[in-house]
């Protein structure tokens, strides 16, 4: 009679796991996190929103190339591991027009990388501790990442990008350092963890709108009249 073995405890995990975890490169970083790091890793993917905050300089490029292809990679691992959304807070987009935000879309749609969204980067304002008069001024780009997991509730998410801010600390973000010179390589894939918001450490930050600056505006204005010129423009062709 042959004896039938039961299978490991891992082969169990993997048949819980959506089809396209069980199959990517993402199964090898899943290995690397056993036990409870995968089990959470199940959970993260599966019950709670996940967010990746997405720099693009020192992130998915280098000194080579505008997008590398090894970064590039790197994040569809993570969005098809973690069925996370992507939200840009890249300084391509600038002051957040429609006509920036459309552009960067499309470049990320040639990358194979859809339904990306975007902090707003438009706030001032500072950190002020309980029983303290000192107040220290927050980077306009992590405003907008505290105003976006504000928004959006419980949630897990991570932070990449290549500057490291002082304040990520401070205010206790889920934050992973890429190389400025590299972008994000496979070896980075297993180091990074997406983690549970808690919305407490932001309760002493005060942030408004901030007013435009006048390079913000005539740079608006101008990209406005471009993209008017360039709709009279294949107007005229279609009509031709």
Known sequence: ?????????????????????RFSRTN????????????SFYNLGGIMKNIIFLDIDGVLNNIKV????????????LIQGYNAKVVMITSWQMNGTKTRRKWIQHQFERLGIYDIDFIDPNFKGNLCFKRSLHHIQIDS?????????QNNGECNYVILDDDYHNDYKLLCLNHYKSLPLKGLTYKDLPKITFKPV???????????YRQLGE??????NLIKILKRKYENDIKQENKT
């Open 28 to 39: 090898a970083f899943v290995n690397m996190k056993l036990g409870a790091k995968v089990s």
């Open 141 to 149: 780009r992590l405003l907008g990442i505290v105003n976006y997991l």
């Open 215 to 220: 390079y913000e505006l005539v740079t608006n």
């Open 1 to 21: 009679m042959v004896e039938r073995r039961s299978p490991k405890p891992l082969m169990w995990v993997r048949l819980l796991l959506p089809l396209p975890l």
């Open 198 to 208: 808690n919305l407490n450490n932001f309760k002493y930050i005060n942030y408004q």
């Open 66 to 77: 505008k997008f590398n292809e090894e970064s590039v990679n790197v994040v569809k691992e």
